[in-house]
């Protein structure tokens, strides 16, 4: 491994993020360290229609406070129109070790800031009561990965867990923003605890106040100088808390897509990450061309709870008889991929059967680098056997230009002669459309019935 981008051989930067707050919560010295003040408090609820998660006693391991004030709601996050979160929150500011560190963990050097898309990229829903209502408004750049990613697990939300509601794409579309606020909240906390290993999870946000002694150059882009972290014992608690201060991650400039990537690493500890990867993947992120993208190995945290690098099952031995780490059970959401440019021999970029036959009829699809959502409302479609023979699938792009879910109708008993009419004479030479091409990288001699739609991809 790169000395540069080893964070093992950084003497300082061994304290994991279990010994810093420890560290912070019981020895009075690190007070001053930090120069925390004396007086924390509780924020204020949201709306008024529920209490916050320190006030259900299930909140985050937070210092004690001999008072308690209540904080405007304004005062929950920091965009641009709006203060930031006050240092009187319950929590406790980034120590320079693990600021270094989740930098190292995210681009192998201290050097690297996220530009200009990361830092307007948040999650927004399109309006509620549409036809898009279930879905994230996404932009071009390399967080469209982690949003889309996010968006499996809220349509899996939504159509599967939610009691009392239909699996339908109609409650899909009748949606309030109140039932979308609770399918971001639940999701992107149930992701952090996953990734915790339903231990603990971290939940980062920006405050004005800069605690860090760090004599790091920071950039004011990357703000990480400003991040408070609070911590969590309970799912439950991290889901209220996350709801409370949802701005955070969806108002415009809350770069709320940065501060879940974040917390997500924070919350999978940098001892269980290094585990996690291989010696082809030794940080999260990837530059190129200008742009900044994310590896594999986030997806898989996302999707499965673990930043396995790869996408085969389990283990593999790679060219000089090194082991790389696959996926190792079987994910709630699934995946999907195909590249144009991606020959058929190479085994090791074959996703296996624990992400292409998920628990939920879900899949996460990289088509020649552009993510997208496939997705059927039948529940049963990958339990019962003959209901693959013919069945519906829907897609759900992101691109601006969409204004309602693609219908498709899969047919995998049909003969592939039958399916001649279907050629794309508009493509790149290529028979099918690319959708259709990922679509049978998991049925593979399907047909597919755009149902009116024009094909494209």
Partial sequence: MDPEVSVQE???????LNEITRKLLFLDQWRGVFRLGSSLTTPQNHDGSHTSAEETGEGSRVFPSPGQEQLPSS????IPRLPGISSKLHGFPIAPA?????????????????????????FKFHDPFSDLAFALQVEKGGAQSIQMAVQGSIIKYLLFTREGKDCSLQSLCNLSQ???EQALAAMLAGILWAAGEAQKAIVCFDTKDIHSTSTLDY?????????????FSEKEATE???????????????????????????????????????TTTTHLLHSQAGGVSCRQAVLNLILTG????????????????????????????????????????????????????PTFPIWLCNINGNYSILFCTNRQLLSDWKMERVFDLHFY???????KPVHLTIDTHSHHWEGEHHEDKHGSGRRFSSLEMVIRTKWREATINWNGTIPFF
């Fill in 98 to 122: 693990i600021a270094t560190m989740l930098k190292r963990s995210l681009f192998g050097n201290t050097n690297q800031v996220l530009g200009g898309d990361w830092r307007k990229a948040h």
């Fill in 178 to 180: 109140r039932e979308q």
């Fill in 306 to 357: 673990r930043a396995s690098p790869n996408v085969f099952n389990g283990y593999e031995e790679g060219k000089s008889e090194q082991s790389l780490h696959g996926i190792l059970a079987r994910s709630d959401i699934g995946y999907l991929q195909w590249n144009k440019d991606t020959s058929e021999g190479d085994q090791l970029s074959q996703v296996g059967s624990m992400l292409k036959t």
């Fill in 75 to 78: 005062m929950v996050c920091s």
């Fill in 397 to 403: 792009s992101g691109q601006p230009s969409q204004k």
């Fill in 10 to 16: 950084q003497n300082p930067l061994e304290l994991d």
């Fill in 219 to 231: 950039s004011s882009n990357n703000f990480i100088e400003r991040l408070q972290l609070f911590e």
């Fill in 240 to 278: 209220k808390f996350v709801y409370d201060h949802l701005q955070c991650f969806k108002g415009e400039g809350s770069h709320g897509v940065i501060l879940f990537l974040y917390s997500l690493v924070l919350s999978r500890t940098f001892e269980r990450l290094q585990k996690d990867l291989d």
